[in-house]
């Protein structure tokens, strides 16, 4: 089973205000601010009331979150679960929390399906991507190439600092390009299809499949938001819902045959089988089930020796207000 062990701030899920991430791992994750709304640095948003209060006020994008599997839990001998002991030795520097899997074996094979929604007046745009959950920043402020320590290579698939990671997670996480990160592959989902991206593969928008995001009966979620902005007196643009099922499977194959040919990883995507979208049981759907699946695309990934140090996580990257994205 698979949470959001990292997320940008000001991503929210449907964990309570009151409830500590890391004791009920989160498998929802949603934009709800739009991306010119203001903020400041507690996350207050911008009234008309402090217009003319001295104080810095800034734009809040908040874009991805990274997932984790979850830990297996034992019985702690008082009737409480709590996760295998065996498995916090995994990380030298454990930043995510503490339910978070963070053996480098438990990530060469995976498989992993979101329910997406968004409800915009736009052409909504989430993307799902692949990448390692930490690689060394190899390209110095010079654009010069340089090889990683040796303290960085004992470390993989962690990070050799908690700092270190939370500079990596802020890149990965707070931008809306992360395939532009090294060994960062995003699967576009909209409206009018999937694309491909990638700067290290050379992907850039290229297209795989003609449908993912479906529109969706008008809601009373959508009504209700349409009618406060009416409410304020400002325009009101036409809202549209859109959701879609997407699957990503990974596998790393590693040969005992020293003389055999590699075999590169590879990443399968699979949208929501057409069938399925009349489900009126669409939350009590098995969707490990492979007939609820429309196999895509299978896109091989050739990888150098260090980046198969690293440990490859799924990713979602929340482009629009009113995005969101659920773990199935």
Not at 10 to 32: I, N, Y
């Amino acid at each position: 089973m698979w949470a959001f062990e990292a997320y940008a701030e000001g991503l929210v899920t449907m964990v309570d205000a009151e409830s500590d991430v890391s004791e009920k791992p989160p498998r929802q994750l949603h934009k709800t601010s739009r991306n010119n709304d203001l903020f400041d640095a507690s996350g207050k948003p911008l009234m008309a009331s402090d217009m003319h209060d001295a104080t810095t006020w800034r734009t809040h994008h908040a874009f991805g979150g990274r997932c984790a599997i979850i830990k297996p839990f034992v019985e702690d001998g008082k009737g409480k679960s709590s996760p295998d002991s065996r498995a916090e030795r995994c990380s030298p520097h454990p930043s995510g929390p503490s339910w978070a899997e963070q053996a480098w074996a438990a990530y060469q094979s995976w498989s992993i399906a979101f329910r997406l929604r968004a409800t915009t007046s736009e052409e909504p745009h989430i993307l799902l991507s692949v990448a390692p959950a930490y690689f060394p920043l190899l390209t110095l402020p010079t654009g010069e190439a340089r090889e990683p320590d040796a303290e960085t290579l004992a470390s993989l698939p962690a990070a050799p600092t908690a700092q270190e990671q939370k500079h990596y997670n802020n890149r990965l996480l707070g931008t809306p390009l992360i395939w532009e990160e090294a060994y960062a592959l995003s699967v576009e989902c909209t409206p009018r299809g999937m694309f491909l991206w990638s700067d290290h593969w050379e992907l850039f928008g290229k297209k795989i499949a003609d449908r993912c995001l479906e529109v969706q009966e008008k809601t009373k979620e959508v009504d209700e938001a349409s009618s406060a902005v009416v409410a304020e007196g400002t325009a009101s643009p036409h809202r549209q819902s859109y959701s879609g099922a997407v699957r990503l499977r990974f596998n790393v194959q590693h040969s005992t045959d020293a003389t055999a040919e590699p075999h590169p990883p590879s990443l399968a995507v699979d949208v929501q089988a057409p069938v399925s979208l009349v489900n009126p049981g669409v939350g009590t759907a098995n969707w490990a089930d492979n007939a609820m699946w429309q196999h895509v695309r299978d896109i091989h990934l050739p990888m150098d020796a260090l980046a198969l140090k690293t440990s490859f996580r799924p990713h979602v990257t929340l482009l629009e207000g009113g995005a969101s994205a659920e773990i199935l």
